[in-house]
Structure formats: structure tokens, C-alpha cells
């Protein structure tokens, strides 16, 4: 079966620090990949999706980046953090060449920019 | 571009009776998938149902099931014999056939009262 996983579950960072968002998934091959943002009290934003390996596409513009070194690995970064990071960031997997089209979420990472 | 909408922010239900979620979506795609996720407490999305355009019958799993009315562009979720364990934020959201990326509606709180 299918797992996905994130770390670390909650950061603190200082405004102007750099992030970096693991995401590895198990039990599949050639997923597409997703980062999402749900700030307080709110829906999920699409940020980054990833059809394989070195193909990113953004959907938000922002002072965050993705990349994809490896076939289930999926890095969320920022070379400077702004307070309005601040948010729960969600990673999610997904078979294109299924007949579901489902997306399966990870834990999540609850981070916090002081 | 596709827009989900949840009308309710907050419901609430007596543990053992039925609620229904509402949720309308727009989307000018003839092939789409819709889905309900659920959000406890613990933040993970967990995929709750999920319903085929292209499919007149309306999904079901176990307790939970849903009245897609394709022309009205609704799709409502029931919650049979409510337990406490369903408290959670529940999420509405589509996705064009083909393409995974969702759309999010803003949530609606289920409260359970014992």
C-alpha cells in the first residue's frame, strides 16, 4: 500500500530564515506530486504540482519554491521567510493513468513565522 | 476555471441522527470528479467519498453518501448515524478529468453533540 509521509511536523522559524519541506511518498512510482497551503480558518491552495522528476509548475506566485530531486521526493523551500508563510502546508500524491484522479494527503507540517 | 462553494461554515448534529453538507461547484468541463474530504482535529485530509461526473448513480460509502444533481451543479453529503468520531472540517472539492489539480471549497465545521 501507498504512503506518504512529511517532516518535520511543526516548525519555528524567524522571519528572514530559510525553509526547506520534505515530502516522500512509498508504494508507488512516477506520482504527480502536490504542495498545499491552508492558512487559519481557510480552504487549501494549490502551490506547486509536479508531473516527474525536475518539472515543477507553480500556481501561486510567492516567495516559495518546489523541487523534485527524485521520483517520490518532493522539497518545499524559501530562502527568506515572510510572516505571511505561516500556515499548515499539506503535501499530496496522485496517479494521473488511474480512473480515480484522487489525491492522498500526507500529515502535514504546521509552520510558524515569528 | 472551476469555483466550489460550501454555504455552511458550521453544522451541527445530535450523535445517532443524519446531516447533510451542501456544496455547489461551477465548472464548464463535461468530465470532472468531485470529492469530500474530511479534516479532524489532527489536520490530515482524509478522502471521505468520491463521485464520477460521467456517473448518474450517486456514491456511497458505508455511512456517508452523497445526491449529485449534475444540472444544478450540486453535490451534498449525508452523514448517516452521526458518531462523535465524525467531528471535523469537511471539504468539498472538484478536479477536471485528466488533470488532478482540486479545487477547494472553505469548509464546513461538524460539530457532534453527544
Known amino acids: 500500500s501507498q504512503t506518504i509521509h512529511q517532516w518535520p511536523a511543526t516548525l519555528v522559524q524567524p522571519v528572514g530564515s530559510p525553509l526547506s519541506l520534505e515530502c516522500t511518498v512509498e508504494?508507488?512510482?512516477?506520482?504527480?506530486l502536490y504542495w498545499y497551503r491552508q492558512a487559519a480558518g481557510r480552504g487549501l491552495q494549490l502551490l506547486f504540482y509536479s508531473i516527474g522528476i525536475g518539472q515543477i509548475s507553480s500556481e501561486v506566485p510567492q516567495n516559495l519554491s518546489a523541487s523534485r530531486p527524485q521520483d517520490r521526493q518532493f522539497i518545499l523551500s524559501s530562502k527568506k521567510l515572510l510572516l505571511s508563510d505561516s500556515g499548515f502546508y499539506l503535501c499530496?500524491?496522485?496517479?494521473?493513468?488511474?480512473?480515480?484522479?484522487?489525491?492522498?494527503f500526507g500529515p502535514g507540517t504546521r509552520l510558524t513565522v515569528l | 476555471a472551476q469555483t466550489v462553494t460550501q454555504s455552511q461554515p458550521e453544522m451541527s448534529v445530535q450523535e445517532a441522527e443524519t446531516v447533510t453538507l451542501s456544496c455547489t461547484y461551477d465548472?464548464?468541463?463535461?468530465?470532472?470528479?468531485l470529492f469530500w474530504y474530511k479534516q479532524p482535529p489532527s489536520r490530515q485530509m482524509i478522502l471521505v467519498i468520491r463521485?464520477?461526473?460521467?456517473?448518474?448513480q450517486n456514491a456511497t460509502e458505508n455511512r456517508f453518501s452523497v445526491n449529485f444533481q449534475k444540472a444544478a451543479k450540486s453535490f451534498s453529503l449525508k452523514i448517516s448515524d452521526s458518531q462523535l468520531g465524525d467531528a471535523a472540517m469537511y471539504f468539498c472539492a472538484s478536479s477536471n478529468f485528466g488533470n488532478e489539480k482540486l479545487t477547494f471549497g472553505t469548509g464546513t465545521r461538524l460539530t457532534i453533540i453527544p
Open positions: 508504494g508507488t512510482s512516477n506520482p504527480n
Open positions: 499530496a500524491w496522485g496517479l494521473l493513468d488511474s480512473d480515480t484522479d484522487t489525491q492522498y
Open positions: 465548472t464548464s468541463e463535461s468530465d470532472y470528479y
Open positions: 463521485q464520477e461526473a460521467y456517473k448518474q
